[in-house]
C-alpha cells in the first residue's frame, strides 16, 4: 500500500454506514478511482473540503493494490467553481459531465488529456454564457478521447468516405453511406453540417470549438443522435440528462 497525492475532480459521492462515504474521483495522474473517507459525515472537521460534486480537490490517499478502494486521508478543496453554482442549468451541466465520466471511464484507466478536457469544461462553464454549447463540446471531445465514440469519419461498414447522403446507425455506432444504409432500417438521415460539426469538433482545439458557429438546427441534431447514441450503448439515460430534458422543455 502507497501514499499518493492527487488533484481530482469530484464525480459522485454516497454515504456508507452512518460515519463515512465513498466518493468516486476523476485524476489525472490516475484516472478513476474510488476512495472511502471515513468519520467525515460525523467529524466533517477532519477534512478541508466537502467534497461538493465537480469541485476541484487535492487528496492524499492510501493505494490499496488488491483492492479498488482507496482510503483517503485528506482532502483540500482547490476549486468549487462558484460561478457554476449560481445557475441551476450551468450546475446540471456540470453533474452531467461527472456522471458521463463516470459512466465511461474504466478504474485506473489514466488518460491525461480527458482531465485537462473536463477541467478546461468546467471552467468556460463557469464564464460563458452558452452552457448546452459547453457541454455538447465537451461530450464530443470526451466521447473521441475515450475511444466510446459514435463513428462519423467514414462508412461504419465499408468504410468508405462518404460524399454524399448519410444515414446515421444507432445499433452500428456510426454513419451509413447509401450503398451500406440497408443494413440498419431504423438509420436516420443526418444533415452534412452535423457530421462537419463533429469532426470539426474532434480535430480542433476547445476555443476553436467555441467558436465555431453552430446553428439552432444542427444543435438540435446533435443533441439527438448523441444523446441517443449514450443511451443505446450504456443501456440507460443518464440521471443528469433527464434533468437536462426537464429543464429544456421548462424554457
Same mark, same amino acid.
Given at each position: 500500500? *502507497?501514499?499518493?497525492? #492527487?488533484?481530482?475532480?469530484?464525480?459522485?459521492?454516497?454515504?456508507?454506514?452512518?460515519?463515512?462515504?465513498?466518493?468516486?474521483?476523476?485524476?489525472?495522474?490516475?484516472?478513476?478511482?474510488?476512495?472511502?473517507?471515513?468519520? %467525515?459525515?460525523?467529524?466533517?472537521?477532519?477534512? #478541508?473540503?466537502?467534497?461538493?460534486?465537480? *469541485?476541484?480537490? &487535492?487528496? %492524499?490517499?492510501?493505494?490499496?493494490?488488491?483492492?479498488?478502494?482507496?482510503?483517503?486521508?485528506?482532502?483540500?478543496?482547490?476549486?468549487?467553481?462558484?460561478?457554476?453554482?449560481? @445557475?441551476?442549468?450551468?450546475?446540471?451541466?456540470?453533474?452531467?459531465?461527472? &456522471?458521463?465520466?463516470?459512466?465511461?471511464?474504466?478504474?485506473?484507466?489514466? /488518460?491525461?488529456?480527458?482531465?485537462?478536457?473536463?477541467?478546461?469544461?468546467?471552467?468556460?462553464?463557469?464564464? /460563458?454564457?452558452?452552457? #448546452?454549447?459547453?457541454?455538447?463540446?465537451?461530450?464530443?471531445?470526451?466521447?473521441?478521447?475515450?475511444?466510446?465514440?459514435?463513428?462519423?469519419? @467514414?462508412?461504419?461498414?465499408? *468504410?468508405?468516405?462518404?460524399?454524399?447522403?448519410?444515414?446515421?446507425?444507432? *445499433?452500428?455506432?456510426?454513419?451509413?453511406?447509401?450503398?451500406?444504409?440497408?443494413?440498419?432500417?431504423?438509420?436516420?438521415?443526418?444533415?452534412?453540417?452535423?457530421?462537419?460539426?463533429?469532426?470539426?469538433?474532434?480535430?480542433? @482545439?476547445?476555443?476553436? @470549438?467555441?467558436?465555431?458557429?453552430?446553428?439552432?438546427?444542427?444543435?438540435?441534431?446533435?443533441?439527438?443522435?448523441?444523446?441517443?447514441?449514450?443511451?443505446?450503448?450504456?443501456?440507460?439515460?443518464?440521471?443528469?440528462?433527464?434533468?437536462?430534458?426537464?429543464?429544456?422543455?421548462?424554457?
Amino acid at each position: 500500500m *502507497s501514499i499518493d497525492k #492527487a488533484q481530482v475532480l469530484i464525480l459522485n459521492k454516497r454515504d456508507i454506514r452512518e460515519t463515512s462515504i465513498i466518493v468516486d474521483f476523476y485524476s489525472k495522474e490516475f484516472g478513476k478511482l474510488s476512495g472511502l473517507l471515513k468519520g %467525515i459525515r460525523s467529524e466533517p472537521e477532519k477534512f #478541508a473540503s466537502n467534497l461538493e460534486p465537480f *469541485s476541484l480537490n &487535492e487528496i %492524499i490517499f492510501y493505494r490499496k493494490t488488491h483492492s479498488s478502494l482507496h482510503l483517503v486521508s485528506q482532502a483540500d478543496k482547490l476549486d468549487n467553481f462558484t460561478g457554476i453554482r449560481a @445557475s441551476i442549468e450551468k450546475t446540471t451541466q456540470a453533474v452531467f459531465m461527472m &456522471e458521463l465520466i463516470n459512466s465511461i471511464m474504466q478504474a485506473e484507466d489514466r /488518460n491525461e488529456e480527458l482531465f485537462d478536457l473536463a477541467l478546461i469544461s468546467l471552467k468556460e462553464l463557469e464564464t /460563458n454564457y452558452n452552457p #448546452a454549447k459547453i457541454a455538447t463540446i465537451f461530450k464530443i471531445k470526451m466521447l473521441n478521447l475515450s475511444g466510446f465514440k459514435p463513428h462519423f469519419d @467514414s462508412c461504419v461498414s465499408c *468504410s468508405d468516405i462518404i460524399n454524399g447522403q448519410a444515414r446515421f446507425s444507432l *445499433s452500428l455506432g456510426g454513419l451509413l453511406c447509401p450503398r451500406c444504409m440497408q443494413k440498419d432500417p431504423a438509420s436516420r438521415l443526418i444533415f452534412r453540417g452535423t457530421i462537419a460539426t463533429v469532426l470539426h469538433i474532434e480535430r480542433n @482545439s476547445f476555443s476553436a @470549438s467555441l467558436n465555431l458557429g453552430m446553428n439552432p438546427q444542427i444543435k438540435k441534431e446533435l443533441d439527438i443522435i448523441l444523446n441517443a447514441f449514450l443511451s443505446f450503448h450504456l443501456g440507460k439515460e443518464l440521471k443528469s440528462q433527464k434533468l437536462l430534458n426537464k429543464l429544456e422543455v421548462a424554457v
